[in-house]
């Protein structure tokens, strides 16, 4: 992996990772989630074809952070953040798959910045429409309770309490040893971990989008989990109903996130071919 900052607003650097080669592909995450949560291995297939560009959100990994509680940012910070790496790389446009509220950060930059976006992934994602189901009972249970934080100076606790918290997320697709992998780099690299498990989540999104979305140009794939706990899979449904064209991928015992290991092939070659009908 080879890292390098990138100042994209006075004051503010993030971190960015770039790997293999073709038509250039962003990766955006979701809330509390570094550039080390995409797996290497996904990166890796993903970037037989493309040109990946992953990078730490603002309070991830080794990019800036704010006070724990004080995000000294806002939504149309969040997308004018992969605007900047895109001018930095040199790029007058990208494929953009986002994950969670990485979606929610595409579609605004697809909308919004229509000729910046060649096509565009959306995984686990939302129109955030408060119409549509809310979370399960059981995550909801996991939310009202919390889960303890961690001696922050005790290194494997800190692992297995970030390993733990995406357990009732994936459900089906839960992998133990794969999630560890991703906590002990997120462990290491990260700036302020407090802050990184915190304000993402307290970050303003804006105004609502859903009645744009017709006016949404890009080719998009929609792809949700069966099982998704956080946003059920109407949500999924709703965004590839209401964006003209698009097409949804369902993976049936996966949750919320990044699919499963055994649903890779199936999601790269998806990608590849929205991509290639871009052309």
């Not at 922050?152 to 009732?168: G, H, I, S």
């Not at 989008?209 to 989990?225: E, I």
């Amino acid at each position: 992996m080879t890292e390098r900052m990138v100042e994209v607003a006075d004051g503010v650097r993030l971190c960015v990772d770039v790997s293999g080669a073709g038509e250039p592909l962003v990766l955006v995450h979701g809330a509390g989630c570094s550039l080390v949560a995409w797996p290497d291995g996904l990166v890796d297939l993903l970037g037989r074809r493309h040109r990946v560009l992953r990078y730490d959100a603002r309070d991830q990994g080794r990019s800036t952070t704010w006070p724990v509680g004080e995000p000294g940012y806002g939504m149309s910070d969040v997308v004018a953040d992969v605007l900047a790496l895109l001018d930095d790389e040199g790029v007058p446009s990208a494929h953009v798959l986002g994950v969670s509220g990485g979606g929610m950060v595409g579609q605004l930059l697809a909308l919004d910045h229509p000729a910046r976006v060649a096509t565009l992934t959306l995984v686990s994602s939302t129109p955030g429409s408060a119409d549509l189901p809310g979370m399960s009972d059981d995550l909801r249970t996991f939310f009202d309770g919390g889960a303890d934080e961690p001696d922050w100076a005790d290194r494997e606790a800190v692992v297995t309490y970030l390993t733990e918290l995406e357990r009732p997320f994936q459900r089906g697709g839960f992998d133990e040893a794969l999630q560890r992998v991703i906590a002990v780099r997120t462990e290491r690299r990260s700036n302020d971990l407090r802050a990184a498990t915190t304000n993402p989540f307290l970050v303003d999104p804006g105004p609502p989008w859903r009645d744009r979305l017709s006016d949404l140009a890009a080719p998009t794939l929609v792809v949700h989990g069966a099982d998704d706990p956080l946003f059920p899979l109407a949500h999924g449904e709703a965004l590839a109903r209401e964006i003209p064209d698009a097409e949804l991928v369902v993976f049936p015992d996966a949750g919320h996130g990044v699919p499963p290991r055994r649903a890779w092939p199936e999601l790269v070659a998806r990608v590849e071919r929205l991509t290639n009908q871009s052309r």
